[in-house]
């Protein structure tokens, strides 16, 4: 049923944080586009009507991105508005009745996980779960195990082809990008692998700290927060070879591929930091050893890359925000001159905004067989007329195509891979804010040193 055309979206958390900054955005660039033309459903218990979730929905779009006249009044027009307790079957049997007939609406959880389980059977108990799809935010479990009762939760109910389970950074032009330039240039894959690669850096950088979420986060912490997922994401789309067509099971096969030839993190593996003012920040625990700082490092066991160090860092309070992939080749031999030249690399900027750039050294003017280091860069600016993320996966959701959502075995690859190293498997250490985070992250560290993206 999956790529059957939906006829009504619903998203439970319409009132939440996280519709106003992204959902309702990404609604009315939908509609800017011509894209949105069914009943979209809002779910929560506000003790709101139709006109206040309305005057929500302006204030959001106002604010996140500006408003369209024309593009708000489609969808507003649009808008219908459901308030009640997700434990109260009455307001799933009012929702039944503003899908009005719909045969195959969407369901958005913009929820806590906590209340999946019952919004899954409050939908089932009411028949609005009858030729349905669910898309699903992260975090998609806490560890293994709760991910794959989640999952067995979602199959009691859905199909796999009906599960839409988001990560964001699969909607991202910038991370499609590291696939569609990999395979689109023959320059670059005969030199993608071990024999020429070096070492694989990921860096994922914030430059501001937990933003009034301590009590979401001080139950997180970067591992699971961005490591599990959009890290991961990332790396599978350096890693995985070359598909066999661009079908969407099969562009996830190898992505899924990449993660079984991942070993288990081991604690030598990994260094966590805390920065400094974290346990002060309201909604933290003042003896917290949550991790805002991870760095860590791992191995890909499979004939192309056995051998090659990828190394992945993410934090908080770091010097600047940004989001870079730095796969370094191995070093040339000296020919012009007694000291061999620096290393090649290829460098991608996936946030703010796209970047790729080679690394390649040349002669100075003038100069005896001497050279630098520079750049071959492709510089794309953010186009404030691309489509968003959320715009493409909720457009996604709506056509039925699930090319850019999780599947339920890399979910629980990915935690495979990190579960080992959750809940204070580590020791935390503290660095200062503005830094690069701790110094014993260099112990684990590629040689020469960690790349700092600028």
Same mark, same amino acid.
């Given at each position: ?18 519709? $106003? /900054? ?40 106002? /604010? ?16 219908? $508005?459901?308030?009640?307790? $997700?434990?109260?079957? &009455?307001?799933?049997?009012? =929702?039944?009745?503003? =899908?009005?007939?719909? /045969?195959?609406?969407?369901?958005? =959880? ?61 909607? /991202? ?22 024999? +020429? ?19 979401? +986060? ?20 350096? &890693? ?11 562009? !996830? ?11 288990? =993190? ?11 003012? +974290? ?17 860590? !490092? ?14 992945? !860092? ?42 790729? &750039? ?31 993320? +959320? ?23 990915? %935690? ?19 830094? %690069? ?13 960690? $790349?700092?993206?600028?």
């Amino acid at each position: 049923m999956s790529q059957t055309q939906a006829d009504a979206l619903v998203f439970f958390g319409a009132t939440g944080d996280l519709a $106003y /900054k992204k959902i309702f955005p990404a609604l009315q660039a939908l509609a800017k586009r011509g894209a949105l033309n069914v009943p979209v459903v809002g779910v929560a218990k506000s003790g709101w009507g139709l006109d206040q979730l309305k005057a929500r929905a302006r204030d959001s779009v106002e /604010k996140h991105g500006g408003l369209d006249a024309d593009a708000f009044g489609r969808l507003s027009n649009l808008l219908r $508005y459901v308030d009640g307790d $997700y434990g109260d079957l &009455a307001a799933f049997e009012q =929702l039944r009745k503003e =899908l009005d007939g719909a /045969k195959h609406p969407v369901h958005y =959880l913009a929820i806590p996980p906590s209340v999946f389980e019952l919004v899954f059977d409050q939908l089932q108990k009411s028949g609005c779960a009858e030729g349905a799809r669910v898309v699903v935010e992260k975090p998609l479990g806490h560890d293994l195990a709760s991910a794959q009762e989640l999952n067995r939760t979602l199959h009691s109910i859905f199909k796999e082809e009906d599960i839409f389970r988001i990560d964001h950074y699969l909607g /991202k032009n910038t991370v499609q990008n590291l696939l569609f330039f990999r395979f689109s240039n023959s320059f670059v894959e005969p030199i993608w692998k071990r024999q +020429y690669v070096q070492s694989v850096q990921i860096t994922m950088s914030e430059n501001f700290g937990v933003q009034g979420r301590g009590s979401f +986060y001080d139950h997180t912490g970067a591992i699971r927060d961005v490591v599990q997922n959009h890290l991961l994401q990332v790396l599978t789309n350096i &890693a995985m070879e070359p598909p066999p067509g661009s079908e969407t099971e099969i562009l !996830r096969d190898v992505r899924v591929m990449v993660l079984h030839g991942i070993r288990s =993190l081991r604690p030598e593996d990994v260094v966590r930091g805390q920065f400094r003012g +974290y346990r002060q920040e309201p909604g933290v625990s003042p003896d917290s050893t949550v991790e805002t700082f991870v760095a860590l !490092r791992l191995f890909i066991n499979s004939w192309r890359w056995r051998g090659v160090p990828f190394y992945i !860092r993410a934090g908080k309070c770091l010097p600047n925000t940004v989001t870079e992939v730095l796969v370094k080749l191995y070093q040339p031999p000296a020919i012009f001159c007694d000291v061999a030249p620096p290393a090649n690399y290829y460098r991608f900027r996936v946030t703010p905004d796209l970047q790729i &750039a080679v690394g390649a050294y040349v002669k100075l003017p003038g100069a005896d067989d001497q050279g630098e280091m520079q750049e071959l860069l492709i510089n794309h600016p953010e186009d404030p007329n691309e489509m968003g993320a +959320y715009e493409e996966l909720l457009g996604d959701a709506l056509k039925g195509s699930n090319a850019h959502f999780a599947r339920q075995d890399y979910v629980e690859e990915s %935690w495979r891979v990190v579960d080992s190293v959750l809940d204070n498997a580590t020791p935390v250490h503290e660095y200062e804010p503005g830094s %690069w985070g701790p110094a014993e992250a260099d112990a684990i560290g590629p040689p020469g040193g960690w $790349y700092n993206p600028k």
